[in-house]
């Protein structure tokens, strides 16, 4: 007995969907004849939800004849039946059949008192809503699937015409990257004959101290970093326009925190001075004359604790030190 309502609850469901789906497709065709409400006149309607804009929508009935029904804050929308169930005015959609009852006002409308809907109803409504939005949706990734379409096969097109090009491009690329590594490699050389310059740290007096920071495990200069060598060669700069530049000598010292062995952060901090180095001379012209043969403290030297992550952070830097004779420095009476 059970399992036979229950067929015919689904029967009658299926049905409704149907009902919905035929006063949805009655939308399109144009035999709708918009109705007025006498204003004052008290009139009751009945028929499917054709269109909602706000605090408006429009029922029309099996005839054709569309009213616009308008809701107010005292408007009461509830179900059919002994068990009436109260309803937000956010379930009237299109698609949904009801009965609605008010008065008509100056523009024609039906100001509605009270709406009245089967759930079942509400529920057909419902389905029928959410058919509409798949369909739109998939409506919308069509066309975005047709736009990326056309647009790779314009992009592919014009990088058919760039293919030489761009070899001609990553050859010349390839052959800067070799000349500034030889460059650089020449540099690291030649900074270690300069290196002979310096007798003892005694002798000179630090002018300027500059600390480069690095990534963990990395020895590439980033842009901060670049800037910080950037803003310390144009100090430089400056000191030399002024004649203050005489007998400077430039100490460049890496560090590494904790990480890892301790050897590896001895070569870490090597890689890490020697970098920093290599930009100096390739980028600002630095003299390799004045440049101290760069070494790696490793771990061994920290500037900060390493029991904590900004500690370990300044740990992972390079320190150019800018150097200046005192002999030369001083000046008589």
């Not at 308008?70 to 009801?98: A, N, Q």
């Not at 760039?162 to 800067?176: G, P, S």
Request: proline share 2%; charged share 25%; hydrophobic share 40%.
């Amino acid at each position: 007995m059970r399992k036979g309502k229950a067929f015919v609850g689904l029967v009658g469901v299926a049905c409704l969907l149907l009902l919905a789906s035929v006063g949805a497709s009655a939308q399109t065709a144009d035999n709708s004849r918009p109705v007025q409400v006498p204003q004052g006149a008290k009139q009751k309607v009945q028929g499917v939800v054709s269109s909602r804009n706000g605090d408006e929508f429009k029922v029309r009935a099996v005839d054709g004849a569309e009213t616009t029904v308008l809701l107010t804050s005292g408007t009461d929308v509830t179900s059919h039946g002994l068990r009436k169930k109260d309803y937000p005015v956010t379930y009237i959609m299109r698609g949904l059949r009801l009965q609605a009852q008010g008065k008509g006002d100056s523009e024609g409308r039906l100001v509605a008192d009270w709406v009245r809907f089967d759930e079942q109803d509400l529920r057909a409504a419902q389905a029928l809503e959410q058919t509409d939005k798949v369909a739109a949706d998939n409506a919308v990734r069509l066309a975005k699937a047709e736009q990326a379409a056309r647009e790779a096969a314009e992009e592919a097109k014009r990088m058919q015409g760039q293919i030489a090009e761009n070899t001609a491009l990553a050859n010349e690329a390839r052959a800067k990257a070799e000349a500034a590594q030889q460059t650089a490699d020449q540099a690291f050389k030649d900074a270690a004959l300069a290196n002979n310059r310096i007798n003892g740290l005694d002798e000179y007096e630090t002018l300027r101290m500059v600390p480069v920071l690095f990534k963990v495990g990395s020895s590439v200069l980033d842009a901060t970093a670049r800037k910080a060598i950037d803003d310390v060669a144009e100090w430089a700069k400056g000191e030399k326009a002024k004649g203050n530049a005489n007998g400077w000598l430039v100490q460049v010292t890496g560090f590494a925190d904790t990480t890892g062995k301790s050897a590896k952060n001895r070569a870490l901090s090597k890689a890490r001075a020697d970098a920093v180095i290599n930009y100096m001379v390739l980028k600002h012209g630095l003299d390799l004359r004045r440049v101290v043969q760069p070494f790696g403290y490793g771990d061994s030297k920290p500037v900060a604790s390493n029991k904590t992550a900004a500690g370990r952070a300044q740990n992972r830097s390079v320190e150019i030190k800018v150097l200046q004779n005192k002999g030369i420095n001083m000046k008589g009476d």
